[in-house]
């Protein structure tokens, strides 16, 4: 029962790479949606995605692009890392919309220096 | 835009004491979620309530939701370390998007 696995576990990047964070989950669900998770700020959504090729933004999208091509996977990606993106990031899914909550990865621990 | 505020925001009590956390918002929502979250890991849902005045237990836990749907309360009897850790809740819009509070973080000492 693997349910959503998210890689790598953690992460750091210099200011402006690139990279993308990997999120799959195993359990046929439509919606997944990435949080980032930073202290005292609580689980603030990025993007979310209904199905296969359709996604939304959610909160703090800037600087943060989504792609869903299967109902498997959700990749995150980040275009140019800048320091204020240290976070910890978690991929989340469900099997119909946010009613019934979520299934959360373990999460990334992303730092930029 | 809607706030949920969570309380307190830390809690720190002797193992086998009882415990009331809250959650609070600005607004009616259509759901609402409680998750328990450990260091290092992704939060695990621990329920979700949708009915007004819905009370729902989870072993030594206790889940209630206000009657007008903007506020709800997790109670703990007989705490124990094993309860250690950031409690979330999430609402749910009519609109279906969710929003976290900030968390209780509460720690039960041996």
């Known amino acids: 029962n693997a349910g959503v696995t998210q890689t790598p576990k953690f992460q750091v990047l210099k200011t402006g790479q690139s990279m993308t964070l990997q999120c799959a989950q195993d359990m046929n669900h439509e919606y997944m949606s990435w949080y980032r998770q930073d202290p005292g700020m609580g689980l603030r959504l990025i993007h979310y995605s209904v199905g296969a090729g359709i996604t939304d933004q959610g909160e703090v999208p800037n600087g943060y692009n989504v792609s869903r091509s299967t109902t498997e996977d959700f990749p995150l990606r980040l275009l140019s890392a800048a320091p204020s993106q240290t976070s910890v990031y978690f991929c989340?899914?469900?099997?119909?919309?946010?009613?019934?909550?979520?299934?959360f990865g373990s999460g990334t621990r992303l730092t930029v220096v | 835009t809607q706030l949920l505020e969570q309380s307190p925001q830390f809690l720190s009590i002797q193992e086998g004491e009882n415990l009331t956390v809250y959650c609070n918002s600005s607004s009616v929502f259509s759901s609402l979620q409680w998750y328990r979250q450990e260091p290092g890991e992704g939060p695990v849902l621990l329920v979700t309530?949708?009915?007004?005045?819905e009370v729902k237990k989870l072993k030594r836990l206790t889940f209630q939701f206000g009657d007008a749907r903007k506020d709800s309360s997790l109670h703990i009897t007989a705490a124990q370390p094993g309860d250690t850790g950031l409690y979330l809740c999430?609402?749910?819009?009519?609109?279906?998007?969710?929003?976290f509070g900030d968390g209780t973080t509460l720690t039960v000492k041996p």
């Open positions: 309530v949708v009915t007004g005045g």
């Open positions: 989340a899914s469900s099997y119909r919309g946010a009613t019934y909550g979520y299934t």
């Open positions: 999430s609402q749910v819009t009519n609109a279906g998007k969710s929003t």
